[in-house]
């Protein structure tokens, strides 16, 4: 075998392995980056801000929520909706029954006034009325857009069961950062982190493992947001059901967890202010 044969064979050789090697890590990364449905389903803008939240916006149907029923829901910033009113908080605390009502996918001080900015809105998704809300790509504070998180919430209606019932969905493709400046981060990370799940405000709650911990969240932490799933087969879903007021499904073993993340959360949580 001459030289230019010798050659052209490692040639081939390399090129074989560079594909291979394609072949293997892009489907990783689609699975890692589909939970988020088409952003462009809501469209309705929360101008760039800080802390900012929307008036009551009308989710399009009636929610039946541990007994309480609402139709509207409050659209805030710093990735969270709540009921009873506005939420301005930045840094997060532990998500438990004593707050207000609150969907919380990742409650975290998110600044979009130097990037992309939150859209929501009403739409159909799979023939069913849906309400949804796009933190796509977003900075945090302040003004910080080197790492980005892009997170969604989607409310859909159950009325085809019962009056009132409902499916809200968590939904992760990116956790880059877990803190904003105000709140002891350094370049997004460490300090008082994010907190992501749900409570009625009156001892009803989950909280995700992994909320508060330092690192435990992002893309390749030990409680990765876009690793898990719940009631959905797409890495980084979380779907809950909602039925006759009650929320269904909810995994027994991380009540432990959370109960101990709630007590830690009760004693050390506080808000700062910002400069």
Same mark, same amino acid.
């Given at each position: ?17 560079? $594909?291979?090697?394609?072949?293997? +890590? $892009? ?7 589909? =939970? ?69 996918? #990742?409650? =975290? ?20 009325? $849906? !309400? ?5 790509? $977003? ?11 892009? !997170? ?5 209606? %159950? +009325? ?9 969905? #968590?939904?992760?493709?990116?956790? *880059? ?59 980084? *879903?979380?779907? #809950?059901? +909602? ?27 506080? %808000?700062?202010?910002?400069?």
């Amino acid at each position: 075998m001459n030289m230019n044969t010798i050659l052209k064979t490692l040639r081939n050789f390399a090129l074989t392995a560079i $594909v291979a090697s394609l072949l293997f +890590v $892009v489907p990783v990364s689609s699975v890692q980056a589909g =939970a988020v449905h088409d952003a462009g389903l809501f469209t309705t803008v929360l101008p760039g801000n800080d802390d900012g939240s929307t008036a009551l916006v009308g989710v399009g149907f009636n929610l039946n929520f541990f007994g309480n029923s609402w139709n509207d829901l409050y659209v805030n910033n710093n990735g969270n909706v709540t009921f009873t009113g506005p939420l301005y908080t930045y840094t997060p605390w532990a998500i438990t029954g004593g707050a207000m009502a609150m969907l919380a996918p #990742f409650f =975290a001080d998110v600044d979009t006034r130097a990037g992309n900015i939150v859209t929501y809105g009403t739409n159909t998704l799979g023939g069913r009325n $849906v !309400f949804g809300v796009n933190w796509i790509d $977003v900075g945090y504070y302040s003004y910080h857009t080197d790492k980005l998180n892009s !997170f969604q919430l989607i409310i859909t209606d %159950r +009325v085809d069961i019962a009056a009132g019932d409902f499916d809200f969905e #968590f939904n992760y493709d990116k956790i *880059q950062w877990e803190t904003g400046d105000a709140s002891s981060g350094s370049g997004g990370l460490g300090g008082d982190s994010a907190s992501a799940g749900w409570t009625n405000g009156a001892g009803a709650y989950y909280q995700f493992p992994g909320s508060l911990a330092n690192g435990a969240l992002l893309d390749g932490g030990s409680n990765a947001l876009i690793a898990g799933s719940l009631n959905s087969s797409i890495a980084g *879903q979380y779907i #809950f059901q +909602v039925r006759n007021g009650q929320v269904v499904g909810v995994p027994e073993p991380a009540s432990l967890l959370l109960l101990s993340f709630g007590l830690i959360g009760l004693v050390g949580a506080r %808000r700062k202010f910002k400069k």
